[in-house]
């Protein structure tokens, strides 16, 4: 059959193209790159034959090979692993843009990427990073498990388009064949060869091995040199989280970080312990520095890779880290799982429940240390994911004040810039303050300009400010050390106990004016009352406890949820002299039309003020045009 020309996909020809003109730095990555390929394509190839011993093709000896051959100016990395047929390497090699492949390029339109082409180095960039040093590629394939069936040849100058086309290949796996360019050709020796794989793959499992030309003693001839050639592993292949944390550099750690999770950031943090006891495993976690751009998205894959006894056993395990703390990258290696585990045995297996619970409280404790030790650093953090750790509120119930403790808000007292905790908040509550009060808002400008605030700036009580939309659901239902948090724009709240008779007495004065702009309003509020929380405002809005606040409201109908309207609750200042005012007019002539428009200018204002949209503009407009009329004629007559 003759080879087959197919053109590749948008994405992979921008990636093709810069890796050719563009980047010139760290060419050598490619060689990581290749052999983490073909390390993957082994491990998925021994996990697979745990349960079908055919795929073995009674060889179970893994092996990466690198050969250089002078000869051809080629560089070839062979493995003996999973394989692929002629549909998937179409797929994996010209159709499908990888995350990988995506996250690079989104990479590259950020400017400290674009001026620091030394971050590219760190960046994994996949099978195509072989087009930096190569004019031409080849792949010859064969699938695991087929002895007999044809391979797959596929070839590319990188020029937009590829070829496949069906080929005999013996042995199962891959053979990765790279033309190396004329100014390249240094890859072909064989301390350069020993360098990078040293630099970058030490850690690697499966022997990375080479034939290397050495010069022994000849045995017949005694003082004299012969050559002979012996299969050298040039990788350690010393998992680096099972060695001990003092043979381990911040810079190998770092290395490793890159390669599991294509970040091209360091990490912020690496947690490294074993645990021994009733469950022995080693973890190598890493908090990121950097949110992923997908981290909120359905699509996002959580969870460290998951070894058994050194034997990769999945690429994220969700099942290890609660979803608070899927930010959380890095290795599990089990000693006490089975190997052939599956994920639906991992939901509900005792050893996996013990290992996700230890390793939610190293992470939780470290976070915890960071921010008493590291404050800086933990502000860097808490913006990246502070978000995220939140969601442990409402869901860890048994650590809910653990990771309330995390938290970091605005408050009406924080300097701007800065932050407070709850530990503060009620460390200096004060006297006669029984609740945590906080306010939602969009910014914290506009959070304290709320008319809301009033009276708690009176009584000089802190109120939190709360500016992520989920903070209401989350929070709403924390009680912290024995304190509920309470929303100052929901309920009925009584900063102390004199405004209780104040209010009263105030609705008793202003009853009659409270009945008749309740009745004007019947359509719009559930309720007219006298307001503690105002000091200078006329009125302002307020839910039930229990109600959702007007904004989750939007965000439910952004998201296509329908909410039933709340009917909200108009409260009334009664120091405000309108108030007064409109006792009067009504005490003289309880039918005058001023008093029905002044009732809905009340209640526009109060909409206003909480940030929602009045359904009738225009007539708001025209009465308060009115209002300015009528005043500039008294004005004028004075
Ligand atoms: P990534 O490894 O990030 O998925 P690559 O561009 O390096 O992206 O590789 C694309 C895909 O090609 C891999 O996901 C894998 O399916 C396939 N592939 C690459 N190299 C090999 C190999 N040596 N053996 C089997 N499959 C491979």
Same mark, same amino acid.
């Given at each position: 059959?003759?080879?087959?020309?197919?053109?590749?996909?948008?994405?992979?020809?921008?990636?093709?193209?810069?890796?050719?003109?563009?980047?010139?730095?760290?060419?050598?990555?490619?060689?990581?790159?290749?052999?983490?390929?073909?390390?993957?394509?082994?491990?998925?190839?021994? =996990?697979?034959?745990?349960?079908?011993?055919?795929?073995?093709?009674?060889?179970?000896?893994?092996?990466?090979?690198?050969?250089?051959?002078?000869?051809?100016?080629?560089?070839?990395?062979?493995?003996?692993?999973?394989?692929?047929?002629?549909?998937?390497?179409?797929?994996?090699?010209?159709?499908?843009?990888?995350?990988?492949?995506? #996250?690079?390029?989104?990479?590259?339109?950020?400017?400290?990427?674009?001026?620091?082409?030394?971050?590219?180095?760190?960046?994994?960039?996949?099978?195509?990073?072989?087009?930096?040093?190569?004019?031409?590629?080849?792949?010859?394939?064969?699938?695991?498990?087929?002895?007999?069936?044809?391979?797959?040849?596929?070839?590319?100058?990188?020029?937009?388009?590829?070829?496949?086309?069906?080929?005999?290949?013996?042995?199962?796996?891959?053979?990765?064949?790279?033309?190396?360019?004329?100014?390249?050709?240094?890859?072909?020796?064989?301390?350069?060869? @020993?360098?990078?794989?040293?630099?970058?793959?030490?850690?690697?499992?499966?022997?990375?091995?080479?034939?290397?030309?050495?010069?022994?003693?000849?045995?017949?001839?005694?003082? @004299?040199?012969?050559?002979?050639?012996?299969?050298?592993?040039?990788?350690?292949?010393?998992?680096?989280? %099972?060695?001990?944390?003092?043979?381990?550099?911040?810079?190998?750690?770092?290395?490793?970080?890159?390669?599991?999770?294509?970040?091209?950031?360091?990490?912020? @943090?690496?947690?490294?312990? @074993?645990?021994?006891?009733?469950? #022995?495993?080693?973890?190598?976690?890493?908090?990121?520095?950097?949110?992923?751009?997908?981290?909120? =998205?359905?699509?996002?894959?959580?969870?460290?890779?998951?070894?058994?006894?050194?034997?990769?056993?999945?690429?994220?395990?969700?099942?290890?880290?609660?979803?608070?703390?899927?930010?959380?990258?890095?290795?599990?290696?089990?000693?006490?799982?089975?190997?052939?585990?599956?994920?639906?045995?991992?939901?509900?297996?005792?050893?996996?429940?013990?290992?996700?619970?230890?390793?939610?409280?190293?992470?939780?404790?470290?976070?915890?240390?960071?921010?008493?030790?590291?404050?800086?650093? =933990?502000?860097?953090?808490?913006?990246?994911?502070?978000?995220?750790?939140? #969601?442990?509120?409402?869901?860890?119930?048994?650590?809910?004040?653990?990771?309330?403790?995390?938290?970091?808000?605005?408050?009406?007292?924080?300097?701007?810039?800065?932050?407070?905790?709850?530990?503060?908040?009620?460390?200096?509550?004060?006297?006669?303050?029984?609740?945590?009060?906080?306010?939602?808002?969009?910014?914290?400008?506009?959070?304290?300009?709320?008319?809301?605030?009033?009276?708690?700036?009176?009584?000089?009580?802190?109120?939190?400010?709360?500016?992520?939309?989920?903070?209401?659901?989350?929070?709403?239902?924390?009680? =912290?050390?024995?304190?509920?948090?309470?929303?100052?724009?929901?309920?009925?709240?009584? %900063?102390?106990?004199?405004?209780?008779?104040?209010?009263?007495?105030?609705?008793?004065?202003?009853?009659?004016?409270?009945?008749?702009?309740?009745?004007?309003?019947?359509?719009?509020?559930?309720?007219?009352?006298?307001?503690?929380?105002?000091?200078?405002?006329?009125?302002?809005?307020?839910?039930? #406890?229990?109600?959702?606040?007007?904004?989750?409201?939007?965000?439910?109908?952004?998201?296509?949820?329908?909410?039933?309207?709340?009917?909200?609750?108009?409260?009334?200042?009664?120091?405000?002299?309108?108030?007064?005012?409109?006792?009067?007019?009504?005490?003289?002539?309880?039918?005058?039309?001023?008093?029905?428009?002044?009732?809905? %200018?009340?209640?526009?204002?109060?909409?206003?003020?909480?940030?929602?949209?009045?359904?009738?503009?225009?007539?708001?407009?025209?009465?308060?045009?009115?209002?300015?009329?009528?005043?500039?004629?008294?004005?004028?007559?004075?």
């Amino acid at each position: 059959m003759s080879a087959q020309k197919m053109e590749f996909k948008t994405e992979v020809k921008q990636l093709l193209d810069l890796m050719i003109h563009s980047l010139y730095s760290h060419k050598e990555i490619f060689l990581r790159e290749l052999i983490s390929n073909a390390s993957d394509a082994i491990d998925k190839a021994r =996990y697979e034959a745990l349960t079908d011993n055919a795929l073995l093709e009674g060889s179970g000896d893994w092996k990466i090979r690198i050969t250089p051959d002078r000869n051809t100016g080629t560089l070839m990395l062979s493995d003996n692993g999973t394989g692929m047929t002629k549909e998937e390497v179409i797929e994996a090699l010209g159709t499908i843009a990888h995350s990988g492949t995506k #996250e690079f390029l989104k990479a590259l339109q950020q400017k400290d990427v674009r001026d620091n082409p030394e971050l590219i180095g760190q960046f994994g960039v996949g099978f195509y990073s072989s087009f930096m040093v190569a004019d031409k590629v080849t792949v010859i394939s064969r699938k695991a498990g087929m002895p007999g069936s044809t391979g797959v040849k596929w070839e590319s100058t990188a020029d937009g388009a590829f070829t496949v086309e069906d080929i005999g290949k013996e042995h199962k796996g891959t053979d990765v064949i790279l033309h190396l360019k004329d100014e390249e050709k240094k890859y072909l020796e064989t301390w350069e060869i @020993k360098n990078i794989v040293r630099k970058y793959s030490d850690y690697i499992e499966h022997p990375v091995v080479m034939d290397v030309e050495r010069e022994v003693d000849s045995a017949i001839e005694k003082g @004299k040199k012969v050559k002979v050639t012996e299969e050298e592993t040039l990788n350690s292949r010393k998992a680096i989280w %099972l060695k001990n944390k003092s043979e381990i550099s911040q810079d190998e750690y770092n290395e490793f970080y890159r390669h599991i999770s294509h970040d091209f950031a360091d990490p912020l @943090k690496t947690v490294h312990y @074993k645990a021994e006891g009733t469950s #022995e495993f080693t973890a190598l976690l890493y908090i990121p520095s950097k949110a992923p751009f997908n981290i909120f =998205y359905k699509d996002f894959r959580m969870g460290p890779i998951l070894y058994v006894k050194r034997v990769q056993i999945m690429d994220h395990c969700e099942d290890l880290l609660p979803l608070y703390l899927r930010f959380v990258k890095g290795v599990v290696d089990s000693s006490d799982l089975p190997l052939n585990i599956s994920r639906e045995i991992l939901q509900s297996n005792r050893q996996v429940e013990i290992i996700k619970k230890s390793v939610t409280k190293q992470i939780l404790d470290t976070l915890n240390d960071m921010k008493e030790h590291e404050y800086d650093t =933990y502000f860097n953090f808490y913006s990246e994911f502070g978000r995220i750790v939140k #969601e442990g509120v409402h869901f860890d119930v048994a650590r809910k004040e653990q990771i309330a403790d995390l938290l970091l808000f605005p408050s009406t007292k924080t300097e701007k810039g800065t932050l407070t905790t709850l530990q503060k908040y009620t460390d200096s509550m004060k006297e006669g303050q029984d609740d945590i009060y906080y306010i939602t808002g969009v910014s914290v400008d506009e959070a304290l300009s709320s008319p809301y605030l009033e009276a708690f700036r009176a009584k000089d009580y802190e109120v939190l400010i709360m500016l992520d939309e989920v903070d209401d659901i989350i929070m709403g239902g924390l009680e =912290y050390k024995g304190k509920h948090l309470k929303s100052v724009t929901r309920g009925d709240i009584k %900063l102390d106990k004199t405004d209780d008779s104040d209010r009263k007495k105030a609705e008793e004065t202003y009853g009659k004016i409270l009945e008749f702009i309740k009745d004007q309003l019947k359509e719009e509020v559930k309720d007219v009352r006298m307001s503690s929380r105002l000091k200078d405002s006329a009125c302002c809005l307020v839910g039930d #406890e229990g109600d959702i606040d007007p904004q989750m409201q939007k965000i439910f109908k952004a998201m296509g949820q329908d909410v039933p309207p709340h009917k909200r609750i108009l409260e009334i200042n009664p120091l405000h002299p309108v108030i007064e005012a409109m006792q009067v007019i009504f005490n003289k002539d309880n039918s005058n039309p001023v008093l029905g428009e002044y009732a809905r %200018l009340l209640y526009d204002q109060a909409v206003l003020l909480e940030g929602s949209k009045l359904k009738d503009p225009a007539a708001f407009a025209k009465s308060v045009a009115k209002l300015m009329a009528d005043n500039a004629k008294r004005v004028i007559a004075l």
